[in-house]
């Protein structure tokens, strides 16, 4: 049972990333999913997450209209598609499985990260 994060590394401010979270070990479309991040000196922050059919998204403020939640059922893989990146938004990125279909449920595991720098 685990979660791989990808696609992180550096990027110019105004540019974009994919990240992707393979997961494996479970029956990944019976379960919400979130993306969350942790940058030095900072709390983890929540950043977005779906339902288990995805059909809901919710963001966090900061990030609301520039970043995009999605996933793929058939490849049992979630992705961020992050869109006009701040240096703010560096930080390492965790993907993390809820204990329900919705994100109210609790978290119950949680990938290795993946870090994102947003830099000249």
């Known amino acids: 049972v685990q979660l791989v994060e990808s696609g992180g590394g550096l990027v110019q401010p105004g540019g974009s990333l994919r990240l992707s979270c393979a997961a494996s070990?479970?029956?990944?479309?019976?379960?919400?999913m979130s993306w969350y991040r942790h940058a030095p000196g900072k709390e983890r922050e929540l950043v977005a997450a779906?339902?288990?059919?995805?059909?809901?998204?919710d963001y966090a403020g900061s990030v609301k209209g520039r970043f995009t939640i999605s996933r793929d059922n058939a490849k049992n893989t979630v992705y961020l598609q992050m869109n006009s990146l701040k240096p703010e938004d560096t930080a390492v990125y965790y993907c993390?499985?809820?204990?329900?279909?919705?994100?109210?449920?609790?978290?119950?595991?949680w990938g290795q990260g993946t870090l994102v720098t947003v830099s000249l």
């Open positions: 070990g479970f029956t990944f479309s019976n379960y919400a």
């Open positions: 779906i339902t288990s059919a995805g059909g809901s998204q």
């Open positions: 993390a499985k809820h204990y329900s279909s919705t994100w109210y449920g609790a978290l119950g595991l």
